[in-house]
């Protein structure tokens, strides 16, 4: 499906025309899913509301609802929010009819999959988000190894965990990191390793935040370059040009996001 067009959805009573899934990050006219949201202050009035992250340059749904009172019903859902990488957007609409507001809000959850909605979902979160924002209905979803056409092995996936430490922890920049934030190397290279199978081949063993355990790091935009240097280098020579590839995107991705929540002022003035 294309990513910036949705259909209508037949059959349903508040159905929204054809329009952007996901709106460009940072537009004054936000439209999602097809509804015309506002980046505005709140009001205390009924609404729907979505809490967004920026992927990619467009704000990806993070989880949406709806309330008597928008304002406070964004509040509430922000509090309950993980750390994540990056600000998170707030986009409201307002409806003063309680059936129109929980139509709109089961269409758009049936059609974006936002990781932290649980009802009323269609399908995983698109991979980009939950990477960002684990995914608490991924179990109610049948795995698909090799979703993104990258084939690879779990074994393949274990050398490249293993070969990436070997060079990293050598490296005089990024090497004192992980020597100081990891105790249990044998055991942060199964994490690591669930986390690349979810990437890769949709399997459901990883379960963490990868942001938030990196929050304490106080990494800087040169230690993301040397990973990134560091992997590229690793996934070339260990896995499948197409697995390769696909890992080398999601890396280059994680560090575009990891460093907008985590150095903020430097991405700013890049």
Known sequence: MNLTESAPSPGRPHHHARGPLYPAA??????LGG??????????????FALTLAVDGRDFPVVIGEGEDVAAALDAAAADLPPLPGAVGRLWLERAHARQRAHIVRDLVHALNPPRNTEDRSARAPAAIAALAPDLAVDAFPAVAGADGATVSEEALDRLVRAFYATARKDRLIGPVFSG???????HTEIVQDFWSRTLLDTTR????????????????????RWL????????EVLPPEAARAAILKVEHMSVCFQA???PVAIRGQ
């Open 206 to 225: 990883y379960r963490g935040f990868p942001f938030t355990v990196h929050l304490p790091l106080k990494l800087k935009p040169e230690h993301f370059d």
């Open 26 to 31: 940072g537009d004054p006219a936000p439209t």
């Open 261 to 263: 929540g985590l150095t």
């Open 181 to 187: 934030a990891i105790a249990d190397w044998e055991r």
């Open 229 to 236: 240097e560091i992997f590229r280098a690793t996934a070339a």
């Open 35 to 48: 509804f015309a949201f506002s980046r505005a202050a709140p009001p205390h009035a009924p609404g729907v």
